[in-house]
């Protein structure tokens, strides 16, 4: 603006500005977003780019839909339909939100023999699972089908829990 009228123009800045106010909603939504029920980082022991060919097949074979996607996370839509295995013909399908953040980690590693030794690389998965709806539906049977669809995730990504992959990193090294 003060190029455009010419030189010698003075621009006031901060306390001279006007504040925007803060729309307030009249409705908060950030209540009916259900609370993870499985929230847990893993370790895999690919690169990210085979980590997300890995979750492909995931999403593939579970016929999960792809909600979001940004640079280095992913959300998804699964339902318990391909996963869980109903006790009763009651059991109803859970939909769950998945989300994952992805990111690189380097590490050092050798063998007992001292063989191999070197830099890895390692994708860490933050995951998280929480249904799609808030309902009063059984917590028990809920949190035990967000675990079966964790470990199904475990398998296709070829992860371990952060502290297994720890645990497992320190027996290797000494």
Not at 142 to 155: D, F, H, W
């Amino acid at each position: 603006m003060a190029k455009e009228q010419g030189r010698n123009q003075v621009i006031q800045l901060g306390n001279g500005m006007k504040k925007e106010q803060s729309k307030k909603r009249w409705w908060d939504f950030s209540r009916l977003r259900a609370k993870p029920v499985v929230e847990s980082t893993l370790i895999s022991a690919v690169p990210i780019d085979i980590a997300i060919e890995k979750l492909r097949g995931f999403v593939s074979d579970h016929k999960a839909k792809v909600l979001s996607t940004s640079e280095n996370s992913v959300e998804l839509e699964v339902s318990t339909e391909s996963i869980a295995y109903d006790r009763r013909k009651g059991d109803r399908n859970l939909l769950f939100r998945v989300e994952f953040q992805f990111s690189e980690k380097r590490m050092e590693r050798s063998n007992n023999i001292g063989l191999a030794a070197g830099e890895y690389v390692h994708t860490q998965i933050h995951l998280q699972v929480r249904p799609k709806r808030v309902k009063k539906t059984r917590k028990v049977d809920m949190a035990e089908r967000a675990r079966l669809l964790q470990q199904s995730i475990k398998a296709y990504l070829m992860a371990k829990d952060e502290e297994e992959s720890q645990l497992e990193y320190a027996v290797s090294n000494s």
